[in-house]
C-alpha cells in the first residue's frame, strides 16, 4: 500500500477514489472505521440531535499509508454520501499549513458555490457551513495540520462524514477516535514488494524478503523505494537490498534510510533533478518545472521525471498535461538532501531559472489569446518553440491544470525576498494571464491574493508606485463585494503612495475612486468634492473623454443629493464634452439623463424638448436601444401634460423599435448615474 494523491493543491468533488484493486492490507483499520461511523454519538447517548458531522481521523506519520487508507475507507462508503466526495490538503509539502480561508474557499469551488473575492475566514467557513447543510457529503481534510484547522471547515449538518488526515490527534474536537497506523502486515508488505519485483524473486527467498520487511519496518512508504530499487535492477536479489539496508546507520527511519540507498545509486543528473524538485511549488512538477530547475531540455526532464516515477519517488498525475506529484513524506528529504549536495547559490539559481521560465509561459498563454494583435503575433514566434502553445484552447488547459502551482510560484516568490524583481513580473504576467482567458470576474479571487502579494512586495521595496497600484486593485474587488469602508481606505492609501510616487493616472484614479466610494455610502457632498478634485487633474492634463465623464459623476452626486439645479449644469457641461469629443452615443445618454434630472426639478417642458434632442443624437449614434427607453421617457412625460395622443405616437414608435431587438429586455438610462466600467488598472509591472 502506497499514499496515494488526493488532490492538485485545490479542492475536488468527485465520486469514487482511484486506489480501488490498488490497496494491501488494512482489514482491522478499515473495519474499524466503518464500525464508527455506525456507532452512537455522544449527543446521541445523551438523547440530543447531533448538531454536527461525524469525523473520523487516521492518524500516522509520513508514508505510513493514511492517505491510502483514507482513500480506501471513502471508496467503498462514498455511496451512501448522494452528493458526493469533497477533497482538500491541509498543509503545504514542506509542513507549511494551508490557511482555513484558501481551503474554504476552494471546497466552495469544488461545490459550485460562489465566493465573495477577498472575503474573510468567518464568512467563507460561515458559506461554506451553509451550502453544506443542504448536502449529503463525505469530506476528506488530508495533511491536517491541527485541530483548529478541521474545526473551522467542519459540517453542522450531521448527515454529512469528515475524515481528517493528519500526524497526530485533533485535540478539542469532540467525540473523535483516532485510527492510529503503524507497519503493514507481512503479508500486505510482501505483496506490495511483488508487484515492483515480481512474484518469483519473494518466493525463492522469502527469508530474505521478510527481513527487507523488517527492516522497512512494514512502512508502506520505504517499501515503495524498495520496490522501485529491485525493479531498476533485475539481476539483484533481495538479500542484496536487505543487507545494504541494515548496514546503513541505525539513525533514522527506514524511509531515510531507503531513501539514502535510492539516491545515492541514481545517475548524477537524475539525481540532481530529483534534489531540485525539492522547490517545486505545491510539489507539483511538470516538465517545465524540471527543465528550468535542472537546466536541460523540456524533453530530456521528461524523460527523468517517467523513471523517478518508476522508481517511486515521484507518482504521476491524473491530468490532461503530464504533471508529477512530489510525495509529501519525502519533500523533508529531498530537501534535506539538496542542502547537503548542492550549493546554496545553484539552488537559488534554479529557482529564478523556475521563475523566468513560469514568467514566459505565462507571457505565451496571454499572447495566444490576442489573435488580432501583430505586435502580440510576433512576439509569439519570437519566443522559443518550447515555450509557444499551438491554440488558445492549449494555453486555457495549461493555466487551468498549473493553477494551483502557479498561484504557490507567487506566494513562495514573495515569501524568499530575493528574488523580487522575478516575483513581480511573474505575478504581473500571472495576472494578465487569467484575465485574458477567466475575465477579471472570474478570475478574481484568485487575483485578490495576487495583488495583496504585489502589495507586499512593493511595501517591503519600497515602490510606492506598485503599492498604489496594488492598492486600487484590492479596493476596487472590496468594492464590488459591498465591503465599501474598506475600500474607502484602500483607496485613499492608493491616493497617498501615487502622490508619493508622483504617478498623475494613480493619482486620478484614486480620487476618483474615492468620489465613487463616499456616492456608494451616502455622503453625497463629499462624493461630488472628490469628484471635482479629479476633474480638476483631468482638465489640467487635458484628458478629456475622462473629463467628460466626471462631468457626469458630479451630476450624478448632485442628482442623488436633489440639488437638481447643479445636476442640470453638470449635465450640460457633460453633454457639451461628449460633444466636442465627437462621442455622439455618450452625448445622447448625457441628454438623456439631463432631462430625468428636468424631470425630477418640476421642468416637464424642458425636459419634453431635452428628450427630444436626446432622441435625435441616438438615432446620429445608432443606439435602438436607447431610442425605445427615451420614446417611452417622452410618452410618460406627453401623459402627465396631458396628450395621450402623442404619448400613444412614442410608445408606438419605441414598440416597433423593440420588435426588431432581441427580447433581453431595453437597456436605458435608469438610473441617473454616469459611472462607466472600471478603468484598467496597471498591475506590479508593465513589462510583456
Not at 491524473?318 to 548542492?342: F, K, M, N, T, W
Request: aromatic content about 2%; proline content about 5%.
Amino acid at each position: 500500500m502506497t499514499d496515494q494523491a488526493v488532490d492538485t493543491g485545490g479542492a475536488q468533488l468527485s465520486g469514487h477514489a482511484a486506489t480501488e484493486g490498488h490497496f494491501l492490507g488494512r482489514t482491522r483499520e478499515l473495519k474499524e472505521l466503518r464500525a464508527d461511523i455506525e456507532r452512537a454519538g455522544l449527543d446521541t447517548i445523551s438523547g440530543r440531535k447531533a448538531p454536527r458531522a461525524r469525523v473520523l481521523l487516521i492518524a500516522g506519520r509520513p508514508g505510513s499509508g493514511r492517505t491510502a487508507l483514507a482513500e480506501e475507507l471513502v471508496r467503498q462508503v462514498a455511496d451512501r454520501y448522494g452528493d458526493g466526495v469533497l477533497r482538500t490538503r491541509l498543509a503545504e509539502p514542506d509542513g507549511t499549513p494551508v490557511p482555513v480561508e484558501r481551503a474554504a474557499r476552494d471546497l466552495l469551488a469544488a461545490l459550485d458555490v460562489p465566493a465573495p473575492a477577498g472575503a474573510d475566514e468567518d464568512d467563507l467557513t460561515a458559506l461554506l457551513r451553509e451550502a453544506l447543510a443542504r448536502r449529503r457529503v463525505l469530506l476528506l481534510l488530508d495533511d491536517a495540520a491541527g485541530a483548529e484547522q478541521v474545526d473551522a471547515l467542519l459540517p453542522d449538518a450531521p448527515q454529512c462524514l469528515l475524515v481528517a488526515v493528519s500526524s497526530g490527534p485533533l485535540t478539542g474536537i469532540a467525540d473523535v477516535r483516532p485510527c492510529t497506523l503503524g507497519g503493514l502486515d507481512t503479508k500486505s508488505a510482501l505483496d506490495l514488494l511483488t508487484r515492483y519485483t515480481g512474484s518469483v524473486r519473494i518466493t525463492v527467498d522469502p527469508r530474505s524478503a521478510e527481513g527487507l520487511v523488517e527492516a522497512c519496518q512494514g512502512e508502506p512508504a520505504a517499501l515503495t523505494l524498495a520496490g522501485g530499487w529491485l525493479a531498476a535492477r533485475p539481476q539483484a536479489a533481495v538479500a542484496d537490498l536487505a543487507r545494504q539496508l541494515h548496514a546503513e546507520s541505525d539513525e533514522g527511519s527506514p524511509l531515510s534510510r531507503m531513501f539514502g540507498l535510492v539516491h545515492a545509486a541514481l545517475p548524477a543528473p537524475a539525481a540532481r533533478v530529483l534534489r531540485l524538485l525539492s522547490l517545486a511549488p505545491a510539489g507539483l512538477a511538470d516538465p517545465h518545472t524540471a527543465s528550468a530547475l535542472a537546466g536541460c531540455s523540456v524533453g530530456a526532464a521528461r524523460t527523468v521525471l517517467d523513471d523517478l516515477t518508476a522508481l517511486g519517488l515521484l507518482r504521476a498525475l491524473d491530468s490532461p498535461l503530464p504533471q508529477y506529484e512530489i510525495p509529501g513524506c519525502l519533500h523533508p528529504l529531498l530537501r534535506a538532501a539538496a542542502h547537503v549536495h548542492d550549493r546554496p547559490a545553484e539552488l537559488q539559481l534554479a529557482r529564478a531559472r523556475m521563475l523566468e521560465r513560469t514568467v514566459r509561459l505565462l507571457q505565451s498563454c496571454r499572447a495566444i489569446t490576442e489573435t488580432d494583435s501583430v505586435q502580440a503575433r510576433e512576439k509569439l514566434q519570437g519566443m522559443p518553440r518550447a515555450v509557444r502553445f499551438p491554440t488558445p484552447r492549449a494555453a486555457a488547459d495549461w493555466l487551468s491544470a498549473r493553477r494551483p502551482a502557479l498561484l504557490a510560484s507567487a506566494r513562495l516568490a514573495v515569501a524568499d525576498g530575493e528574488l523580487d524583481t522575478l516575483a513581480r513580473r511573474l505575478m504581473s504576467q500571472l495576472v494578465r494571464a487569467m484575465v485574458a482567458h477567466l475575465g477579471t470576474q472570474a478570475a478574481a479571487p484568485d487575483l485578490y491574493g495576487v495583488h495583496q502579494l504585489v502589495l507586499d512586495v512593493a511595501e517591503r521595496r519600497g515602490l510606492p508606485r506598485e503599492k498604489a497600484a496594488a492598492l486600487l486593485n484590492l479596493a476596487d474587488v472590496d468594492a464590488r463585494t459591498g465591503r465599501t469602508a474598506e475600500a474607502l481606505a484602500r483607496y485613499r492609501a492608493a491616493l497617498d503612495a501615487g502622490r508619493e510616487a508622483n504617478d498623475p493616472y494613480a493619482i486620478g484614479r484614486a480620487m476618483e475612486s474615492v468620489g465613487g466610494a463616499h456616492l456608494e455610502l451616502g455622503d453625497y457632498e463629499r462624493a461630488a468634492d472628490w469628484f471635482g478634485r479629479a476633474l480638476a487633474q483631468r482638465l489640467a492634463r487635458d484628458e478629456r473623454a475622462d473629463a467628460a465623464r466626471l462631468y457626469g459623476r458630479i451630476a450624478t452626486a448632485h442628482t442623488y443629493a436633489g440639488r437638481y439645479g447643479e445636476a442640470q449644469r453638470a449635465w450640460r457641461a457633460c453633454a457639451a464634452r461628449h460633444r466636442r469629443n465627437g462621442d455622439v452615443a455618450a452625448h445622447a445618454r448625457a441628454l438623456s439623463e439631463l432631462a430625468r434630472v428636468q424631470e425630477y426639478a418640476g421642468r416637464p417642458e424642458d425636459s419634453l424638448r431635452t428628450c427630444e434632442e436626446a432622441v435625435e443624437w441616438a438615432g446620429r449614434a445608432e443606439d435602438t436601444r436607447l431610442q425605445a427607453a427615451l420614446r417611452l421617457r417622452l410618452a410618460d412625460t406627453l401623459d402627465r401634460l396631458g396628450d395621450p395622443a402623442a404619448a400613444r405616437l412614442h410608445r408606438g414608435a419605441a414598440e416597433r423599435i423593440l420588435e426588431k431587438e432581441p427580447a433581453d429586455g431595453v437597456t436605458g438610462p435608469e438610473r441617473p448615474d454616469h459611472a462607466v466600467d472600471a478603468c484598467e488598472i496597471r498591475s506590479a509591472s508593465a513589462e510583456g
